[in-house]
């Protein structure tokens, strides 16, 4: 059975250097598929669909709310020819109901251990509108390893440089944030792979440079210990969501290979101030992810906020306004509280106001996002931070001498600034 399996386009942050990492859904996705399916995968990021290509059936993989329109589109041109297509992922999760009008089935939920069956009713022509495992979750030890194979590598390298592979080591999260989805889409218990399992798998893959995209590994400090001491051997570098700040952790971290993390920073108290400077004292870069127009976020508290970052002298920023996506607290109150101005998906990119804010317009937010970019990166500009975060991996890499050779790069033609910049301009999550 030829499935072909699709991850639609989608527009970047406006202010975010663009590149594209290999997607981690549809790859951990493809790998539930029985044996007999033969899987071909198109990033519509990086390459045309081809909808000449006679296919058996279709599966589309959403991650984003901003994926969701386009995803609608390519659906309704493969079923106008008669192809039967099924809806997966985050964001098919967050829109199930309007993606059914565009699908013949959606699948809601984790799908090891599922898909023998959905396919089984495709071979019998009894496909059901809905699959809907949300609240019926396998057991996290059947989670394989991703099916990177399917991936065309060659789209995923910048001037000869391969970009980070993602990995998970585990599932859900034991928080419950506001802006945040999590807590519906994979549950508030924190659901860990066997260690062996997920070491196995990152010592798999043909990449030194990984990201551990685990919604935050600090959720349990045993499990958290372990799995890093369980990865010192593999001599990976790797990036992931927050690692927790206690200093038997952090020293394990980075022993294990800790590049450097995303750490969102919602205030200027002396706490996050010390957190920062622990990662650094522990060779660990920190990227912040700054989510602005929270209810009690005046002008003034965003612009102090912004110095903030300058003093604490993060190594990266990434800037985003709050953005209510369905299935979030900030959707329930900002709906109930008739604040929500679009309800247009496009919108949806985290980079566009689509709410009230409490404290000022609209439009005074979105001038206030762009005075965040500019002001954290008035004196340094992105590409040099990026270089210097980048240069950190390099040294890391050269101390243990597990680099490489074949990033172009580094092996001889160019290690000067600009092979740094342009190189590093690949190794970030798109998105959010
Ligand atoms: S924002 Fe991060 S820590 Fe908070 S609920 Fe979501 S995944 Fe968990």
């Excluded at 081809?50 to 079923?79: C, H, N």
Aim: aromatic share 10%.
């Amino acid at each position: 059975m030829k499935f072909k399996l699709i991850y639609p386009k989608w527009t970047k942050l406006d202010r975010q250097t663009e590149f594209h990492l290999p997607p981690h859904g549809p790859v951990v996705f493809a790998a539930t598929l029985p044996d007999f399916v033969d899987v071909h995968f198109t990033d519509e990021n990086l390459e045309e669909i081809d909808f000449d290509d006679p296919v058996d059936f279709v599966g589309i993989s959403m991650m984003l709310t901003i994926q969701v329109k386009r995803g609608w589109e390519i659906a309704d041109l493969y079923r106008k020819k008669g192809v039967k297509v099924i809806f997966g992922g985050i964001a098919t999760m967050l829109h199930a109901e309007e993606t059914m009008t565009h699908a013949d089935a959606v699948f809601l939920g984790e799908a090891e251990g599922r898909m023998e069956q959905v396919l089984e009713d495709f071979r019998q022509n009894t496909l059901r509108p809905r699959y809907d495992f949300i609240d019926d979750r396998p057991d996290i030890a059947l989670v394989g390893p991703a099916r990177r194979d399917i991936l065309n590598r060659k789209l995923y390298n910048h001037k000869g440089v391969q970009m980070v592979d993602l990995v998970h080591a585990s599932r859900g999260c034991r928080f419950n944030c506001y802006p945040c989805a999590v807590s519906y889409l994979g549950g508030r218990h924190f659901r860990p792979r066997p260690i062996d399992k997920a070491v196995a798998e990152m010592a798999g893959i043909d990449n030194n440079r990984l990201f551990i995209v685990d919604n935050s590994l600090a959720q349990d400090t045993k499990w958290e210990m372990e799995l890093f001491r369980e990865m010192v051997p593999l001599k990976k570098k790797w990036c992931s969501h927050p690692i927790e700040d206690k200093p038997e952790v952090l020293d394990l971290a980075a022993q294990a290979g800790a590049w450097y993390v995303y750490q969102a920073v919602f205030d200027t108290s002396d706490y996050i101030k010390e957190r920062i400077r622990r990662y650094h004292d522990h060779g660990i870069g920190v990227e912040g992810t700054i989510l602005l127009g929270l209810d009690d976020h005046t002008e003034d508290f965003i612009k102090r906020l912004i110095d903030f970052l300058l003093e604490i002298e993060l190594d990266l920023a990434e800037f985003t306004v709050l953005t209510p996506f369905p299935h979030t607290k900030a959707w329930t109150d900002l709906s109930r509280e008739n604040r929500i101005l679009s309800r247009d998906w496009n919108e949806y990119s985290a980079d566009k106001v689509v709410y009230q804010p409490k404290h000022m317009s609209p439009e005074r937010l979105q001038e206030l996002l762009d005075y965040a970019w500019s002001t954290f990166y008035r004196d340094e500009p992105q590409h040099i931070k990026m270089a210097k975060l980048f240069k950190q991996v390099v040294m890391k890499e050269m101390a243990d001498n597990s680099f490489k050779p074949r990033d172009r790069s580094l092996s001889g033609r160019t290690f000067g600034r600009e092979a740094i910049r342009e190189d590093m301009r690949g190794t970030k999550e798109d998105g959010r």
